[in-house]
């Protein structure tokens, strides 16, 4: 694809969500839903349906659009998702500039990809779950939550064209309703562990003996939840009713294909890409609860702040993720600007750090993708051995969860976040995980009591039913 003109059009203001109700029912639908507080992270919004092309990696197998499979090779994956990509892009109006998406890759990268990315050989069993499903799409609506304007966006061989082609492609809008929708009532599920309570502090004890033998420095040890999910209620719904139980900078809602549908309420950006190349990235480590009051809050986060396994844990996953964007990064362009920060989300405080750095000269998103999987704040430190410790100790695959959601621009921007607080409707299941990270000095039931507090919005939002 040679140079393209990307373009906007400003749309008559309607309710994100009445959108996404009214439009969402289709195979290949993503909807980037930042939400709760507002903020910098926080502020766009963008929703896409019929993509030009989709790609996905499952059962070791590479599937694009209706080709014949062929085996799963990491260079093919990312060389077919630059193929699609133009050679370059116009556009000069100011409003142009500032938007964040007018087309590109939206999907996301599973656990499973990260895996094979470091050459893992697994012993846990191979499911039908796609390790990578991403589509391409030749047009966007964008929402600023901060100025309340939407747009419609895309790119074009020039830009008039563009916009009258794609209005056409646009019917509807001025019939939608302007507030939300009603949610229907969630239904009552009753979710059935991958391990028992006492299995998940054995492996917590065990990964501790494995950091005390000098083989590791910290690992993540997660659990899942799965329940059957009734054949009446419309994912669709679903997500509604989770984005307005625990509202995140990073939601989003992604059906990828046919019984495939993942909804994240994600706190955590994994990685940020501007188009000159500037990267930064904002890993979670360390978890304490909300309060009952605006006291309790301070005493919590406080508490946090000071926590001195949380700090270490913190500490290992910055210099992890340094390590990670170093290997494609501009030599003395890494730095960290904010360490050990308590941010506070719905449900729980949180302590973060920033890491940044500057893409090196003939780098790009997809070459950065390819160094950081997956995610090092729900993988451990040194990562390789990490991953074969977590191979070992948990009960079942993670699929998708501790991967990764990402929009790709056209223009060469890459927002995307961890996949944790997420729930994966695969099938007649609805699956859900959480997880924490392990030290020298983790305490195995304490452990096993954070995964329940990440988990608690998900039984809250289902009745409890765990």
């Not at 309060?291 to 406080?302: L, Q, R, V, Y």
């Not at 729980?348 to 995610?375: I, K, M, N, W, Y």
């Not at 070992?392 to 995307?416: Q, T």
């Given at each position: 694809?040679?140079?393209?003109?990307?373009?906007?059009?400003e749309?008559?203001?309607?309710?994100?969500?009445?959108?996404?109700?009214?439009?969402?029912?289709t195979?290949w639908?993503?909807?980037?839903?930042?939400?709760?507080?507002?903020e910098?992270?926080?502020?766009w919004?963008?929703?896409?349906?019929?993509?030009?092309?989709?790609?996905r990696?499952?059962?070791g197998?590479?599937?694009?659009?209706?080709?014949?499979?062929?085996?799963?090779?990491?260079?093919?994956l990312f060389?077919?998702?630059k193929?699609?990509?133009?050679?370059?892009?116009?556009?000069?109006?100011?409003t142009?500039?500032?938007?964040p998406?007018?087309?590109g890759?939206?999907?996301?990268?599973?656990?499973?990809?990260?895996?094979s990315?470091e050459?893992?050989?697994?012993?846990?069993?191979?499911?039908?779950?796609p390790?990578?499903?991403?589509?391409?799409?030749?047009?966007?609506?964008?929402?600023?939550?901060?100025?309340?304007?939407?747009?419609?966006?895309?790119?074009s061989?020039t830009?008039?064209?563009?916009k009258?082609l794609?209005?056409r492609?646009?019917?509807?809008?001025?019939?939608?309703?302007?507030?939300?929708?009603?949610?229907p009532d969630?239904?009552?599920?009753?979710?059935?562990?991958?391990?028992?309570?006492?299995?998940?502090?054995?492996a917590?004890?065990?990964?501790r003996?494995?950091?005390?033998?000098?083989?590791?420095?910290?690992?993540?040890?997660?659990?899942?939840?799965?329940?059957?999910?009734p054949?009446?209620y419309?994912?669709?719904?679903l997500?509604?009713a989770?984005r307005e139980?625990?509202?995140?900078?990073?939601?989003?809602?992604?059906?990828?294909?046919r019984?495939?549908?993942?909804?994240s309420?994600?706190?955590?950006?994994?990685?940020?890409?501007?188009r000159?190349?500037a990267?930064?990235?904002?890993?979670?480590?360390?978890?304490?609860?909300?309060?009952?009051?605006?006291?309790d809050?301070?005493?919590?986060?406080e508490?946090l702040?000071?926590?001195?396994?949380?700090?270490?844990?913190?500490?290992?996953?910055?210099?992890?993720?340094?390590?990670?964007?170093?290997?494609?990064?501009?030599?003395?362009?890494?730095?960290?600007?904010?360490?050990?920060?308590?941010?506070?989300?719905?449900?729980?405080h949180?302590?973060?750090?920033?890491?940044?750095?500057?893409?090196?000269?003939?780098?790009?998103?997809?070459?950065l993708?390819q160094?950081?999987?997956p995610?090092?704040?729900v993988?451990?430190a040194?990562?390789?051995?990490a991953?074969?410790?977590?191979?070992?100790?948990?009960?079942?695959?993670?699929?998708?969860?501790?991967?990764?959601?990402?929009?790709?621009g056209i223009?060469g921007?890459m927002?995307?976040?961890?996949?944790?607080?997420?729930?994966?409707?695969?099938?007649?299941?609805l699956?859900?995980?959480?997880?924490?990270?392990?030290?020298?000095?983790?305490?195995?039931?304490?452990e096993?009591?954070?995964?329940r507090?990440?988990l608690a919005?998900?039984?809250?939002?289902?009745?409890d039913?765990?």
């Amino acid at each position: 694809m040679g140079t393209v003109c990307i373009w906007a059009h400003e749309l008559p203001w309607r309710d994100p969500a009445a959108v996404f109700a009214a439009w969402a029912d289709t195979e290949w639908c993503a909807f980037l839903d930042s939400s709760g507080p507002l903020e910098d992270r926080s502020r766009w919004q963008i929703f896409c349906r019929t993509p030009d092309c989709v790609v996905r990696v499952q059962n070791g197998f590479l599937l694009c659009d209706d080709a014949l499979p062929v085996p799963f090779h990491p260079e093919i994956l990312f060389a077919s998702l630059k193929m699609q990509m133009p050679h370059g892009w116009l556009g000069s109006d100011e409003t142009v500039a500032e938007l964040p998406f007018f087309g590109g890759w939206v999907g996301f990268a599973g656990y499973g990809l990260g895996v094979s990315l470091e050459q893992i050989v697994t012993r846990q069993p191979v499911t039908d779950e796609p390790d990578f499903a991403a589509a391409f799409y030749d047009r966007a609506i964008v929402w600023d939550r901060v100025e309340k304007r939407a747009f419609l966006t895309g790119f074009s061989s020039t830009e008039d064209v563009g916009k009258t082609l794609f209005l056409r492609l646009l019917p509807g809008w001025e019939v939608l309703p302007h507030s939300p929708p009603v949610i229907p009532d969630v239904p009552r599920l009753r979710f059935e562990a991958d391990q028992s309570q006492q299995s998940y502090c054995a492996a917590v004890a065990k990964a501790r003996d494995y950091i005390a033998a000098g083989d590791i420095f910290q690992v993540n040890i997660t659990g899942r939840y799965k329940a059957k999910f009734p054949e009446n209620y419309s994912d669709i719904s679903l997500y509604l009713a989770l984005r307005e139980h625990a509202p995140a900078p990073f939601a989003a809602y992604l059906a990828c294909g046919r019984e495939y549908v993942l909804h994240s309420t994600s706190p955590e950006r994994f990685l940020q890409v501007d188009r000159n190349g500037a990267i930064r990235s904002r890993p979670i480590k360390g978890t304490a609860p909300r309060g009952a009051t605006a006291a309790d809050d301070e005493a919590f986060a406080e508490r946090l702040a000071n926590d001195e396994k949380e700090r270490a844990e913190n500490l290992m996953i910055v210099d992890l993720m340094r390590h990670d964007i170093g290997r494609v990064a501009r030599v003395g362009s890494m730095s960290v600007p904010e360490f050990l920060k308590v941010e506070r989300f719905a449900h729980v405080h949180h302590l973060v750090s920033e890491v940044q750095g500057e893409l090196a000269t003939g780098r790009d998103v997809f070459d950065l993708l390819q160094a950081t999987l997956p995610p090092g704040s729900v993988t451990g430190a040194p990562k390789h051995r990490a991953l074969e410790i977590i191979d070992e100790l948990e009960a079942s695959p993670r699929g998708a969860y501790c991967g990764s959601v990402f929009s790709i621009g056209i223009d060469g921007r890459m927002e995307s976040s961890v996949i944790i607080r997420s729930a994966i409707h695969a099938g007649k299941h609805l699956k859900i995980a959480a997880g924490g990270g392990i030290t020298i000095l983790s305490d195995p039931e304490k452990e096993y009591e954070e995964m329940r507090l990440k988990l608690a919005p998900f039984f809250s939002l289902f009745g409890d039913g765990a």
